[in-house]
């Protein structure tokens, strides 16, 4: 599945970004979706991730301590979207959708990647 991720730019201390992940060519409702962060110079982080529709973790949601309370992960049939608050310096960094078919809610090894969306927030 081909993934585009957009929403990324610079934004202050405290401020917000929605940060999207659109699909072309499958039902990405039938994909489980995670978002990852990797920020300079330190190894690529999962942020947070969502069930399929189609699966018994439908509406299940899973966040990294770091970013629980300030982000939100949701998702429609070809669209997934993670919603960050109150966002610090420390969540600088390219973030990552990526999918994969199947009935769990995270995985430790994703298919399909998108490009990457820079996320800068200055202090």
């Known amino acids: 599945v081909q993934l585009q991720a957009s929403g990324g730019g610079l934004v202050q201390f405290g401020g917000s970004l929605r940060l999207s992940c659109a699909a072309s060519?499958?039902?990405?409702?039938?994909?489980?979706i995670a978002w990852f962060r990797q920020a300079p110079g330190k190894e690529r982080e999962m942020v947070s991730c969502?069930?399929?529709?189609?699966?018994?973790?439908?509406?299940r949601t899973w966040y990294a301590d770091s970013v629980k309370g300030r982000f939100t992960i949701s998702r429609g049939q070809n669209t997934a979207y993670l919603h960050m608050n109150s966002l610090k310096p420390e969540d600088t960094g390219v973030y990552y959708c990526?999918?994969?078919?199947?009935?769990?809610?995270?995985?430790?090894?994703?298919?399909?990647w998108g490009q990457g969306t820079q996320v800068t927030v200055s202090s």
């Open positions: 990526a999918a994969e078919p199947g009935a769990g809610l995270c995985y430790s090894d994703y298919g399909s």
């Open positions: 969502i069930g399929s529709l189609i699966s018994s973790n439908n509406g």
């Open positions: 060519g499958v039902a990405l409702g039938e994909y489980a």
